[in-house]
Nanobody
Framework: VQLQASGGGLVQAGGSLRLSCAASGNIFRVNDMGWYRQAPGKQRDLVAHITSQGLIEYSDATKGRFTISRDSVKNTVYLQMNSLKPEDTAVYYC?????????????????WGQGTQVTVSS
């Protein structure tokens, strides 16, 4: 079971980027999905989070500018980032809580994507 993120890059302040993250492997169900970011020398912080029921949470820094969504058929989570600021520069990581099932065994695994760099120039 793995997550594959894509969509990062370099953009000028005020621009937009869209990140995608797809889960693959022996998946029975994907529960919560989310995006986190980590700037150099700082801890990894929540950007946005979406439950399997569609409940959404944003960090105060991204509320109103970023939009998280998911396609439950494709097991994919998206992050639309608008009005980007230089302080949004970071490595962005997707996260998912994935349920796998084999005969007699149901397991819940937390998986992180490989990280995708977002750089916003002023």
């Amino acid at each position: 079971v793995q997550l594959q993120a894509s969509g990062g890059g370099l953009v000028q302040a005020g621009g937009s980027l869209r990140l995608s993250c797809a889960a693959s492997g022996n998946i029975f169900r994907v529960n919560d999905m989310g995006w986190y970011r980590q700037a150099p020398g700082k801890q990894r912080d929540l950007v946005a989070h979406i439950t399997s029921q569609g409940l959404i949470e944003y960090s105060d820094a991204t509320k109103g500018r970023f939009t998280i969504s998911r396609d439950s058929v494709k097991n994919t989570v998206y992050l639309q980032m608008n009005s980007l600021k230089p302080e949004d520069t970071a490595v962005y990581y997707c996260h998912a809580e994935i349920v796998t099932r084999r005969p007699g065994i149901t397991s819940t695994r937390h998986r992180w994507g490989q990280g995708t760099q977002v750089t916003v120039s002023s």
